[in-house]
């Protein structure tokens, strides 16, 4: 299967280099380029997308926008978005993931991680890993903020399933929650899919964010 991707930046030049890198890999293609956020959620219905490479700071409708209306929409359920920065603690970027970006990257990627990182989202698995976004909320957050809005869905996990959005959030892969657990690999993914199901996120990048809001996880915390 190919993997149709996205480019969504008003930067030509930032386009061209990302088109160049992925239209030269085995399995993928570019199928649109967007200069705002409106044409990229126009453009990733009609071309079909998978991925769409979103850049947070765009004229007129932003990449933090886009995402929203993407992940809100229904007939665009299985796109997935990796948000673009150029700033390593953006507080745009965080807004991203809580809007249901599966990641983010900087827009100073090796060619390589580029594109593992679009197989990566494509395959339904958080980008990079949920210690990097842990990583940036670290950093934005304070040890002394309050937990931010905690989703009422939050009541519906059972207490196993809170202690797996809390491992999650602390970085650990679901062999690691198994071990620490006393679980299967198997049913400690089963785990961390209810979870997701019952929340209402994408990946396991946003139940990092949730695990951040509900207060189950403190900025600074470490597994």
Known sequence: MTIRVLLADDQTLIRAGFRLIIDLADGMEVVGEAADGGEAVELARSERA??????????R???VEATRRISADPQLSGVKIVVLTTFDADQNVLAALRAGASGFLSKDVEPEELLRAIRVVTAGEALLTPRATKGLIDRLLSPDDQPLR???ELELLTDREREVV???TLGRSNEDIAALLVLSPLTAKTHVHRAMTKLG???RAQLVV?????GLVRPGERA
């Open 61 to 63: 409708v932003d990449g």
């Open 150 to 152: 905690v989703p009422p």
């Open 210 to 214: 949730i695990g951040y809001q509900s």
């Open 201 to 203: 996120v994408r990946d």
């Open 50 to 59: 998978d991925v769409v490479l979103m850049d947070i700071r765009m004229p």
């Open 166 to 168: 809390r491992l999650v």
